[in-house]
Nanobody, 123 residues
Framework: QVQVAESGGGLVQPGGSLRLSCVAS????????MAWYRQAPGMQREFVAR???????NYLDSVEGLSTISRDNAKNTVYLQMNSLKPEDTAVYYC?????????????????WGQGTQVTVSS
């Protein structure tokens, strides 16, 4: 029911920067928890960053201090600003809307995912 769409991926040089955007539907966006994950070829999906409805954040250790997750509730948008990018950051980046805290425990779906945006870090 919640639609999620990522954008902003592309090809960047090592050491470069990129800002990803994620738009999620719903008038209650401001109380969603939002997160970014990534998946590289042949690898499992990996947590990158999360921001709660209250603005608290946490990050994967390897991106701590280099990436910033933020949100603009007026635009139903979450951003991931990535700096000092490395080839190891190459992956498809996915946005998650987490509604587990605002839905009944018995509700079958508590999170929603976008289709991903490709980030390639290469010279």
């Amino acid at each position: 029911q919640v639609q999620v769409a990522e954008s902003g991926g592309g090809l960047v040089q090592p050491g470069g920067s990129l800002r990803l955007s994620c738009v999620a539907s719903g008038s209650a966006f401001s109380i969603y928890h939002m997160a970014w994950y990534r998946q590289a070829p042949g690898m499992q999906r990996e947590f990158v960053a999360r921001i709660t409805s209250g603005g608290s954040t946490n990050y994967l250790d390897s991106v701590e201090g280099l990436s910033t997750i933020s949100r603009d509730n007026a635009k139903n948008t979450v951003y991931l600003q990535m700096n000092s990018l490395k080839p190891e950051d190459t992956a498809v980046y996915y946005c998650e809307a987490d509604l587990s805290h605002i839905r009944p425990i018995s509700y079958p779906i508590c999170d929603y995912w976008g289709q991903g945006t490709q980030v390639t870090v290469s010279s």
